[in-house]
């Protein structure tokens, strides 16, 4: 299934409208961030994870 939601960010002092895309599918969980090489980047998949897992939600097994 593929997603497209409209978010925000703050750069400095101005405001500027992200465009987020999502696809979810059969297979093995995993995520991949993927546009920014940026190492907190990276580590946000674990807060990702964290936040799924908090909201009461388990990946599939």
Known sequence: ???????GA?????GVVMEVEVDTG?????STIVGLPDAAVQESK???????K????????
Request: net charge positive; hydrophobic share 55%; no cysteine.
């Open 26 to 30: 059969a297979g093995l969980p995993r």
């Open 54 to 61: 908090n909201a009461g939600f388990h990946p599939p097994q």
């Open 10 to 14: 703050v750069i400095g002092l101005d």
């Open 46 to 52: 674990e807060r990702v994870a964290a936040a799924i």
């Open 1 to 7: 299934m593929f997603a497209r939601v409209f978010s």
